[in-house]
């Protein structure tokens, strides 16, 4: 309908507009020394609209066809900007992929624009340090155009993961000096620098630094897990033999640090080989009466028997809770066994030998019946000992 009505008004113009000129007698004279030109006015109003636009299209087109070679270096340049944009979209998926040769198609095609930058180059090198490509990844990095761009921080960052890969600790460390302040304070690089730190046995400092990425909430990963306890290794290590550095230790462990198995392990061993198994149960009890775990109960065995007489009451505590637990029966089997309580020690091994029969039980349950003085009863559980040692020996 819009359509239509102008339309209407269009025609209704032009109709107005021939009428006023066909009514107009107005003439135009145009003297040239003896000559004259008469033309009406009507003619010299179309000749100068003609002349007006003529002469604005023809300056236009001379301005557009003097900025064409910047407007073809313009659209040249962002087809290069595309393509370098699509081979690094390549490189990342190549990245997550980890399509080694993807990520190297992704950087050819990258040069091949002329604009290539470091950005092009830290995707190549994630990837051959994603597919353990080692020296390729440190070739790449060493590159001037990777080394010289925008993103330094990240160049040395993944130096320094490269050198942490080969296990040149010192100089993952002199990579990250390198970096500036603000990128020295990214939970990535204080972790490479907690596990460099860690390759070097500087096991106070590593804690420190591990302690950092924690304060940060971001120290759940199974990397850090590990070094945290290889770090408590070297720690206990360290520790043995001094008194008064195992007291700290084991004061400034903190309740998070202790949910870790390895580090559990490790302060418990150094505990007891100091004769300090009391403290290493006071360390273990807790995790395991809130969190029982077979793993647990395999690092508390040894203590618990070492200190038998504080172990017991917890133990059969553990043992009320946990009834059915085989490896808790065995334990507190050997718990009474060296407080000489014989009773419930033949009680719970014979119990245990009643769900799981084995050759050990037998000849433990022989030996406790000869302390408490029943040979008849140790005579028998001698004879199912051989019993187990026949059929043990038996080919298969």
């Known amino acids: 309908m819009k359509r239509f009505v102008s339309l209407l008004l269009l025609i209704a113009a032009a109709v107005i507009i021939t009428t006023i000129a066909h009514d107009n007698p107005a003439k135009v004279t145009i003297f040239l020394t003896e000559h004259r ?79 290539e930058t470091d950005l092009t180059y830290l995707i190549r090198a994630m990837s051959a340090l994603q597919s353990d490509d080692l020296d390729l990844a440190e070739s790449i990095l060493n590159r001037e155009k990777a080394s010289n761009g925008q993103n330094r921080d990240a160049v040395w960052l993944l130096k320094a993961r490269v050198a942490l890969a080969k296990g040149t600790y010192a100089q993952a460390q002199d990579m990250l000096d390198k970096m500036s302040p603000d990128a020295l304070r990214l939970i990535q690089v204080k972790k490479v620098r907690m596990l460099a730190l860690t390759g070097l046995g500087e096991w106070k400092a590593a804690l420190e630094q591990y302690r950092l990425i924690a304060d940060s909430r971001h120290s759940s990963n199974s990397e850090c897990h590990e070094a945290l306890g290889k770090i408590y290794q070297g720690l206990c290590k360290q520790a043995q033999g001094k008194p008064l550095e195992i007291d700290n230790l084991v004061a400034t462990a903190k309740p998070a640090e202790l949910k870790n198995i390895q580090v559990l392990r490790s302060l418990t061993q150094l505990l007891a080989s100091a004769g300090m198994g009391q403290a290493a149960l006071q360390i273990l009890e807790p995790h395991l009466l809130t969190n029982f775990r077979t793993d647990l109960l395999e690092i508390y065995h040894p203590v618990a028997v070492q200190a038998a007489r504080e172990a017991l009451p917890f133990v059969e505590r553990l043992l009320e809770l946990n009834p059915e637990e085989n490896g808790l029966l065995e334990l507190a089997a050997d718990v009474c066994e060296q407080e000489q309580l014989w009773g419930k020690a033949i009680a719970r091994f014979e119990k245990l030998y009643s769900k799981v029969p084995s050759a050990h039980i037998a000849a433990r349950l022989e030996k406790l019946y000869q302390r408490a003085n029943q040979p008849e009863k140790a005579r028998q559980w001698q004879g199912k000992l051989n019993q187990h040692l026949v059929v043990s020996r038996q080919p298969a």
Request: no cysteine; charged share 20%; proline share 1%.
């Open 37 to 115: 030109i008469d033309f009406s006015l009507n003619f010299a109003i179309v000749v100068f609209i003609v002349l007006f636009f003529g002469f604005y299209f023809g300056v236009s087109a001379l301005r557009a066809s003097g900025q064409l070679p910047a407007k073809l270096r313009q659209y040249w340049k962002e087809r290069k900007q595309t393509a370098l944009l699509k081979a690094n979209t390549d490189g990342v998926i190549a990245l997550i992929t980890g399509d080694e040769s993807g990520a190297d198609r992704a950087l050819k095609n990258a040069a091949k624009t002329g604009l």
